[in-house]
């Protein structure tokens, strides 16, 4: 049996997406800024997606910018603010675990003269709304946070958020990352005061290289890629049509069945939570109940290393992530639990497992098994 | 310009009688290096020389001089114009423009080494020195003759065809591969031990090889980055057949019943008593390894000594005298060095001791493996039973 439990890494693309995917690369070729019918019928495909991603914020369509990915959305959304709105200041509020994609661009503007502030988050990973409200000053331009973070699951109050900021500083922009989170909850960015919102097309089984920003459209943001001037000139390069009419696909399916999801989710969450947390020196990380992301479990196992139990796992065809998957190709310890000071033994010890709509009940029991029997066995052999 | 190569090497020249052994060893590893290359070569061993020749155009000088130079045995190569004999005038043209070509500057001395084979030419050697040399001084006012310590020597060859050249890329030096036997290297995903396998080889010796895979405590990364490594290796060392034993039962054991100081040790008397398994079943005539003398804890002269106990082969050591940086050096010049240093831990790192002993004593190391027995046999035996082997080759 194979039990991929690392949906947070990336998602199988959905048939229907990939369908799709085939269609618009070998069929419906064309590009979207030809002046022909073959391009128009491109353009056609790229408008269809854009209006169903549209719809499920409930926002304009022309509010969405397709990229390559989460990774670029955060570029351009941070790098793309902060450099269209420097003269109104040159102050960001961020949190200390957030995914690199944003942790990066914004190491980057501090040595371009930004200040950071980054808000303290607890144990569970959450954060005080106070501390933003007393952190936002004249001069911060912007606040960028996760909705859901990567690698623990905890949700961010970004609702509460939104408000805040509006109060204290209509003028700054709030920016969240929600790579983790669309697809999973019903967000509804112009409502509750996001500006810029994130999102990864691989993640919610689309294609790989899919991906858009929303940006509301009174913000200003200077584009990071120049030429053509496709995308309202935000984002130039031909579009890529056949990923770009994936995502659309795959968008449309998640949001279809949001509610039967979720609800599939935490009954694999709750489950795994109380089977995996019997299994002696096993801790969960984060919150438990469903305040928390339906599809993100963070275990922590006493004196074994991360990386031994994922290849342990993976001889049994269970694939899991020890961290974060997105940045582990070279070992480095966790931004994410050192920021909720997990216990220096366990930093180590911590593998993330991440569902999928299409984890079963099985699976997750076949999982169960496997770390019943593999833990105490790797448990008699520790590093001295 | 160039359609071919003058193969010049130095010591296996006065090998005596066994010459045409090693002649005919240089000529297989020479085309086993250009095979994999774009364009047909010929290779021609004539009258004590070896001569690449580029059989059409579309060959890449760069890429085939890159092949030669992976070629043991070799110790300089020649690149030449190659051209038919169309009259001395059509001859000395040809030279000149070649020289024009060549030397930017030329303010240099020269002089012209000519050899005539083909005897029914109508000059005779010194006269072609001359004459040519004349054609030079006209063509080119700054250049001068100097017959004892010239800058550049132009060597003309008058055979069928007429070839010439004055450049010698320097070849790595050694003896071809296969002109002395085999041996069995120890490879880890480290620095060391391909640079070691690449200097046994040096001197002629045929490759084979054994890594230790623990899953899972080893990646699959970590054994794909040995499998890279070999291949790396062989360009120079021709195929090499890379035995993969699963060690983890084995490590496992010596962790649970001996020492923890000592463990790197006793693990490492395995690995060479397993290599020396395959070794034996190869028909390999010594062991190689990477170790330089302290380098480590397990590589003092007392750890060694220790492991060196459970041979019987030779135990082949090229890099004891090294410092870590001279073996950088030449595991960057081999190209394995960016591939040495991915960061994938490998079965001698998992679970080694914060103390481990540097001065093992041997009475007790026997002592600690006799609490092994009973089982190990049984391990060692299932380990070299599921031993994985590939053939790993250059890509093409």
Known sequence: MEAYLDNSATTACSEKAAQMVMQVLTKDYGNPSSLHNKGIEGENYVRDARRIIAKTLKVKEKEIYFTSGGTESNNLAIVGY?????????????????????????????????EVSYLH???????????????????????????VNNEIGVVLPIEEA????????????????????????KILPERIGVDMLSVSGHKIHGPKGSGFLYVNGKIKIKPEILGGGQEWGLRSGTQNTPAIAGLGVAAAEMYDHLEENREHLFQLRDHFIEEVTKIDGVSVNGPLGHDAAPQIVSVSVQSVRAEVLLHALEDKEIYVSAGSACSSNKPSISKTLQAIHLDQNLLDSTVRFSFSVHTTMEEIDYALDAMRTLIPMLQRFTRH | MYRAFLIKYGEIAIKGKNRHLFEDALVRQI??????????????????????????????YEETVAALQTVFGIVGICPAVLVEDQGFDQLAEDIIHYLDETYA???????????RARKNYPKTSPEINMDLGERILNAFPDMSVDVHHPDVTLYVEIREQINFYSEIIPGPGGMPVGTNGRAMLLLSGGIDSPVAGYMIAKRGVAIDATYFHAPPYTSERAKQKVVDLARIISKYTGPIRLHIVNFTDCQLNIYEKCPHEELTIIMRRYMMEIAEHFANENGDLGLITGESIGQVASQTMHSLMATNEVCNLPVYRPLIGFDKQEIITVSEKIGAYETSILPFEDCCTIFVAKHPVTKPRLQNIHNSEKKLVGNMEELVKTAIETTEVILVEPEE
Not at chain 1, 89 to 113: C, D, R
Request: aromatic share 8%; glycine share 6%.
């Open chain 1, 82 to 114: 902060a450099m269209a709105n420097q003269r109104a200041g040159k102050h960001i509020i961020s949190t200390p675990f957030e995914h690199p994609s944003v942790g990066n661009p914004l190491a980057f503007l501090e040595e371009q003269g930004f």
């Open chain 1, 121 to 147: 988050v607890d144990r569970q990973g959450h954060i005080e709304i106070k501390e933003l409200e007393d952190l936002i000053r004249e001069d911060t331009i912007l606040v960028s946070m996760m909705h």
């Open chain 2, 31 to 60: 085309r086993y290096a250009l095979n994999p290359l774009e364009g047909k070569f010929e290779v021609i061993k004539q009258q004590g020389r070896i001569f690449v020749e580029a059989k059409n155009e579309d060959f890449d």
């Open chain 2, 105 to 115: 500057d030329k303010h240099m001395t020269f002089k012209v080494e000519a050899r």
């Open chain 1, 162 to 185: 939104g408000k805040v900021i509006k109060e204290k500083n209509p003028k700054c922009a709030f920016h969240v990352d929600a790579i983790q989170s669309y697809g999973k909850f």
